[in-house]
């Protein structure tokens, strides 16, 4: 799976999108993109994935550049319950694929007041 | 739909004990696995299975054991714990094949062996 890069943190005023930004540049044709957020020491969760096209779902959206070499989460509208760790994850998907998560150390979050 | 399971919450183990961690998903979920958590890093694999009957090593199996008990349950065993193993443990399960990447977390078992 190919390799990320993510901020170590960033902060964001409640209220406001906060983007967060991951470099994949070595990804290849059949990477998808997969974002998780951890918050405090609970177990991750998963928030949206994509493989070329934008995605939005009610959580967040997904903004992949056109040569897929980068990606962006937004959050829209960031509340406080928003702070948390994220992590950019890239991993082929598809039938027989072993499907194996690999996490870096993200991009902690702070949503302020 | 109680989602992903895990017990106990918490563990004190001395060098040496044995223990196994338990998990059990109601999603019906083929593919269960297993990572670990040490302070201030990212999840690491330890064990995977992609379905009923299969297991396979993930990046940091060494000194763990795992049974896919059914297609439900999963189970981690430490035979002799060691202070290195010291960690979260959290399971976690998905559909097999193209859904595989959408993993669904427990709230993790937070071990301590001293």
């Known amino acids: 799976d190919a390799k990320t890069t993510q901020p170590t943190s960033m902060d964001c005023a409640e209220g406001r999108a906060a983007n967060l930004p991951c470099n994949h540049s070595?990804?290849?044709?059949?990477?998808?993109v997969y974002w998780y957020r951890q918050i405090h020491s609970q177990g991750p969760q998963y928030i949206i994935h994509?493989?070329?096209n934008n995605e939005t779902n009610e959580m967040a959206s997904l903004i992949i550049t056109e040569d897929r070499k980068s990606s962006t989460l937004i959050l829209p509208h960031a509340t406080l319950r928003d702070t948390a760790v994220y992590y950019c994850?890239?991993?082929?998907?598809?039938?027989?694929?072993?499907?194996?998560?690999?996490f870096g150390t993200g991009t902690r979050l702070q949503v302020t007041l | 739909n109680a989602g992903v399971t895990q017990t106990p919450k918490f563990q004190v183990l001395k060098t040496g004990q044995s223990m196994t961690l338990q998990c059990a998903q109601d999603?019906?979920?083929?593919?269960m696995y297993w990572y670990r958590q040490d302070p201030g890093m990212g999840l690491r694999l330890i064990y995977y299975?992609?379905?009923?009957?299969?297991?396979d090593k993930g990046e940091v199996p060494n000194g763990y054991n795992v049974s896919r008990l059914n297609k439900r349950e999963f189970s981690l065993r430490l035979e002799s714990a060691a202070p290195s193993q010291t960690s979260v443990y959290f399971c976690?399960?998905?559909?097999?094949?193209?859904?595989?990447?959408?993993?669904?977390f427990g709230p993790g078992t937070r071990l301590t062996v001293t």
């Open positions: 976690a399960s998905s559909f097999a094949g193209g859904g595989g990447g959408k993993q669904y």
């Open positions: 070595t990804i290849s044709g059949n990477e998808y």
């Open positions: 994509g493989l070329k």
């Open positions: 994850i890239v991993r082929v998907d598809g039938a027989g694929t072993a499907s194996k998560l690999t």
């Open positions: 999603m019906n979920h083929n593919s």
């Open positions: 299975s992609a379905s009923e009957g299969t297991t």
